[in-house]
């Protein structure tokens, strides 16, 4: 007598993420979203309002220092947060630490950041100088990667804040690494080139 068969169910179904988890990556995405507009509708206002307007030699000192001070909050805050990611690579601090810190210092690096793009509009910034070009790309660079990590404290967020540095995916590890290498390069771009174009004006 012939085996019975048994008729083939459904296939296995991956358990889906929770209603509310689903909402808040859904709301992230629109916000990372808007943040990428607002950076680059940003730059292209500064750029046009600085090849627009002429603004009095008296009040380049103060957009100046407004400038000079923008760039000092940026790079502060992401010298501070790497410093603080460097010691839960090595141990000395926790997940939950950089946290805490990333929390902290993305309010100022956003400061320096619309700072940056607000001051250097009355600067009279000359496009035709390759310096300031390349200025402008880095700056512009740092704040679209500044919303890219966006993702990246979400995800840290939802990680135990003991977790070791040894233990994230390799993924997660590359993640970290490129986010805060093209961070420091692009605010130290900025700086240097800006001291450079600053002395050769």
């Known amino acids: 007598m012939p085996a019975r068969r048994h008729p083939k169910g459904p296939a296995p179904v991956a358990p889906s ?4 988890l689903r909402e808040d990556l859904r709301l992230a995405r629109h916000r ?3 943040g990428y507009w607002a950076v680059l509708l940003g730059m292209g206002l500064s750029l046009w309002v600085g090849t627009s307007v002429q603004v009095r030699d008296m009040f380049h000192l103060p957009f100046l220092f407004v ?3 923008s760039v000092i909050a940026g790079l502060g805050a992401t010298v501070v947060l790497d410093a603080k990611a460097l010691q839960w690579v090595f141990g000395r601090a926790t ?4 946290h805490r810190i990333e929390h902290a210092v ?3 690096a956003w400061l320096g950041i619309t700072g940056l793009l607000a001051s250097g509009a009355f600067l009279a910034p000359d496009l035709g100088e390759p310096l300031t070009a390349v200025k402008m790309v880095a700056v512009l660079i740092a704040g679209l990667n500044g919303v890219a990590v ?9 990680m135990p804040v003991h977790m070791p540095f040894q233990r994230v ?13 093209i961070s420091q390069l692009a605010w130290w771009c900025a700086v240097v080139l800006g001291m450079m174009n600053t002395a050769g004006s």
Request: glycine residues 8%; aromatic residues 6%; positive net charge.
């Open 17 to 20: 993420l929770p209603l509310s």
């Open 32 to 34: 990372r979203a808007l």
């Open 67 to 69: 400038h000079l001070a």
């Open 95 to 98: 997940l939950g630490d950089v």
């Open 106 to 108: 993305t309010p100022l």
């Open 150 to 158: 966006g993702k990246l404290a979400d995800t840290m967020a939802r």
């Open 169 to 181: 995916p390799r993924r997660f590890k590359v993640w970290c690494a490129g986010s805060a290498a």
